[in-house]
């Protein structure tokens, strides 16, 4: 063999096992800073859209967009990730990522929902129990500490989802910010007078005890929308008058005793629903999560990567 063989044959000699990229790996030299949103409810977070009547050209990747499957974050591509407990159907996720996602900063989303469940620690699953809170009952009640025994199980369970994706990340060799919580529930606290008319105490400390949990400023951003829509309200919304009340009080913008620092909420009113009035659908569905991100984005200060 001569020299110049030699030469060409080393062209096609491997020097390493070939490795797809890595998405969550940051590349050498590149910033590691990335940012987490949260993402917390019931049936309307979890999304009642379906993927099919999305336009054409949104069913496809998500641009900068990484959604938590529960093990890594995958690419958030409409039809094939299951954001919603299925792959036919989406949330506001989409419509989120779409208005707040961009090249210089990537979005991690983490999701948690509970079809149907009551933030109020008076229930336990649908069922209204009342008296004092209570160890083991099925709420998003988050209780006062972190080691508090009455902390509503899916509280639990959704805390522990949103630091197993945020520890991940940490490990793939990044640095996540949480830089907002957006939530949507309240239909379920609307059946009960004591839960309705007491709601912004409890999205007061669902925030607080978010943050906490999370490592996050008290005051972290927080969206919310406002729920039931339809008029007349389905019957078994007996206080819906007294929860939207409640959730507007809660609003940074209200100047009421109830308002939140940092607390946006997202009237919901004119979103087009499904044929049972309560749910949305795909349209409705796009424009909920791009009105979250219109929140969110006021309520960030800028924040350069370091």
Same mark, same amino acid.
């Given at each position: 063999? #001569?020299?110049?063989?030699?030469?060409?044959?080393?062209?096609?000699?491997?020097?390493?096992? =070939?490795?797809?990229?890595?998405? =969550?790996?940051?590349?050498?030299?590149?910033?590691?800073?990335?940012?987490?949103?949260? =993402?917390?409810?019931?049936?309307?977070?979890?999304?009642?859209?379906?993927?099919?009547?999305?336009?054409?050209?949104?069913?496809?990747?998500?641009?900068?967009?990484?959604?938590? #499957?529960? +093990?890594?974050?995958?690419?958030?591509?409409? %039809?094939?990730?299951?954001?919603? %407990?299925?792959?036919?159907?989406?949330?506001?996720?989409?419509?989120?990522? &779409?208005?707040?996602?961009?090249?210089?900063?990537?979005?991690? &989303?983490? +999701?948690?929902?509970?079809?149907?469940?009551?933030?109020?620690?008076?229930? #336990?699953?649908?069922?209204?129990?009342?008296?004092?809170?209570?160890?083991?009952?099925?709420?998003?009640?988050?209780?006062?500490?972190?080691?508090?025994?009455?902390?509503?199980?899916?509280?639990?369970?959704?805390?522990?989802?949103?630091?197993?994706?945020?520890?991940? /990340?940490?490990?793939? %060799?990044?640095?996540?910010?949480?830089?907002?919580?957006?939530?949507?529930?309240?239909?379920?606290?609307?059946?009960?007078?004591?839960?309705?008319?007491?709601?912004?105490?409890? /999205?007061?400390?669902? @925030?607080?005890?978010?943050?906490?949990?999370?490592?996050?400023?008290?005051?972290?951003?927080?969206?919310?929308?406002?729920? &039931?829509?339809?008029?007349?309200?389905?019957?078994?919304?007996?206080?819906?008058?007294?929860? @939207?009340?409640?959730?507007?009080?809660?609003?940074?913008?209200?100047? +009421?005793?109830?308002?939140?620092?940092?607390?946006?909420?997202?009237?919901?009113? %004119?979103?087009?629903? &499904?044929?049972?009035?309560?749910?949305?659908?795909?349209?409705?569905? =796009?424009?909920?999560?791009?009105?979250?991100?219109?929140?969110?984005?006021?309520?960030?200060?800028?924040?350069?990567?370091?």
């Amino acid at each position: 063999m #001569n020299v110049k063989t030699v030469a060409i044959v080393a062209l096609f000699v491997p020097v390493g096992p =070939l490795v797809a990229a890595d998405p =969550l790996r940051p590349e050498p030299n590149a910033p590691k800073a990335v940012d987490v949103y949260l =993402l917390g409810g019931q049936s309307n977070m979890q999304g009642s859209g379906k993927v099919a009547d999305l336009p054409a050209d949104l069913k496809k990747e998500i641009p900068h967009t990484f959604f938590w #499957n529960g +093990k890594t974050f995958e690419p958030l591509v409409p %039809g094939k990730t299951n954001t919603a %407990g299925r792959v036919t159907t989406f949330g506001p996720e989409v419509g989120f990522a &779409l208005d707040i996602a961009t090249a210089d900063r990537p979005v991690y &989303l983490i +999701k948690y929902h509970a079809s149907g469940m009551p933030l109020h620690h008076g229930f #336990n699953a649908g069922e209204w129990v009342g008296g004092a809170p209570a160890p083991g009952r099925r709420t998003f009640y988050p209780g006062e500490k972190t080691d508090d025994a009455n902390t509503g199980t899916l509280y639990a369970a959704m805390v522990k989802q949103f630091q197993v994706g945020v520890k991940h /990340l940490t490990e793939q %060799g990044h640095t996540p910010t949480v830089r907002g919580f957006v939530w949507m529930q309240g239909e379920a606290d609307a059946k009960q007078k004591e839960s309705a008319t007491t709601y912004a105490v409890s /999205l007061n400390r669902l @925030r607080r005890r978010l943050a906490d949990d999370m490592k996050c400023e008290a005051d972290m951003p927080f969206v919310f929308g406002q729920v &039931l829509p339809h008029e007349p309200p389905a019957a078994r919304f007996t206080h819906r008058k007294e929860v @939207r009340e409640q959730m507007a009080a809660s609003d940074s913008a209200s100047k +009421k005793p109830e308002a939140m620092k940092n607390a946006t909420m997202v009237s919901t009113d %004119g979103f087009s629903l &499904l044929p049972d009035t309560v749910h949305y659908d795909a349209a409705g569905q =796009l424009k909920l999560g791009k009105a979250f991100a219109e929140a969110m984005k006021k309520l960030q200060p800028a924040t350069p990567r370091k």
